[in-house]
Nanobody, 115 residues
Framework: QVQLVESGGGLVQPGGSLRLSCAAS????????LAWYRQAPGKQRELVAA???????NYADSVKGRFTISRANAKNTGYLQMNSLKPEDTAVYYC?????????WGQGTQVTVSS
């Protein structure tokens, strides 16, 4: 059974930082593209950052220069380092792992940026 489990969300003040983790089980993580998405209340889910196998990392324009996606394949874990957080970054953040045959999602972790 494949599971993706996010952690690291929470409440942070504007300008603060958080690091999200995505622990995968049931798959060989290095074979999959890793991506982070987010969904704010009343809005559609949007791509935040993606780390393809052997490809170039890409970021949403709204997070470029502030967020960094990374992966530790030996630990079957992905990360999203979020710096200089803004209130508009408030959302549920989801981890996604996919290849040409399958598409897996975590349950999401809430990030709230507020003073």
């Amino acid at each position: 059974q494949v599971q993706l489990v996010e952690s690291g969300g929470g409440l942070v003040q504007p300008g603060g930082s958080l690091r999200l983790s995505c622990a995968a089980s049931g798959i060989i993580f290095s074979f999959f593209e890793l991506a982070w998405y987010r969904q704010a209340p009343g809005k559609q889910r949007e791509l935040v950052a993606a780390s393809p196998r052997g490809g170039s990392i890409n970021y949403a324009d709204s997070v470029k220069g502030r967020f960094t996606i990374s992966r530790a394949n030996a630990k079957n874990t992905g990360y999203l380092q979020m710096n200089s957080l803004k209130p508009e970054d408030t959302a549920v953040y989801y981890c996604n792992a996919k290849d040409q045959w399958a598409d897996y999602w975590g349950q999401g972790t809430q990030v709230t940026v507020s003073s």
